[in-house]
């Protein structure tokens, strides 16, 4: 990811976590209506999965710069996610979710060029996780 993407990530955030607890409400309600079936995976308190899911993007947008701090993070959360039930297809769905969320919170702040950098960012996570979830550390590099 280029610095202009990352510091495009990182203040969009910003804005969308003062609203955090609307945002993750509004996620996961768009979530289950794009993929009722993914509802019963979720077995906690949505407002504290809320929370971690809030926490867990705070961190990725903090460490975008430094992969070698970030990516063995988002590898565990990859391998923890297979426990979960969660399946390779479920990431498109999760993104399209998160994206729409964005656009919710953020108004005339989603610009195109924000879209397009969290779309490489979510497409990171997504793909480190996935290739985790495989045993493919080799292939998140
Ligand atoms: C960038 C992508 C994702 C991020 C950052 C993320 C983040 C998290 C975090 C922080 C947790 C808390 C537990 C832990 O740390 O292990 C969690 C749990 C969970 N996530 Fe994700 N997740 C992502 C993708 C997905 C996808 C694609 C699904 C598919 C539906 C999913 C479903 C779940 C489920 C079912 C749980 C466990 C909930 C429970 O314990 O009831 N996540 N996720």
């Given at each position: 990811m280029t610095p202009a993407e990352i510091t495009l990530v990182r203040d969009s955030f910003q804005k969308v976590a003062l609203i955090a607890p609307q945002a993750a409400a509004l996620f996961y309600g768009r979530l289950f209506e794009l993929d009722p079936s993914l509802r019963p995976l979720f077995t906690g308190d949505m407002t504290e999965q809320g929370k971690k899911l809030m926490a867990t993007l705070a961190l990725a947008t903090a460490t975008l710069d430094r992969p070698d701090q970030l990516l063995p993070v988002v590898r565990q959360l990859g391998v923890r996610h297979v426990a979960y039930g969660v399946r390779d297809e479920h990431y498109a769905t999760v993104g399209a979710a998160l994206l729409w969320t964005l656009e919710q919170g953020l108004g005339?702040?989603?610009?195109p060029a924000v879209r397009a950098a969290w779309t490489a960012t979510y497409t990171l996570l997504a793909d480190t996780m996935i290739a985790a979830a495989h045993h493919r550390p080799e292939a998140v590099k």
């Open positions: 005339a702040d989603f610009t």
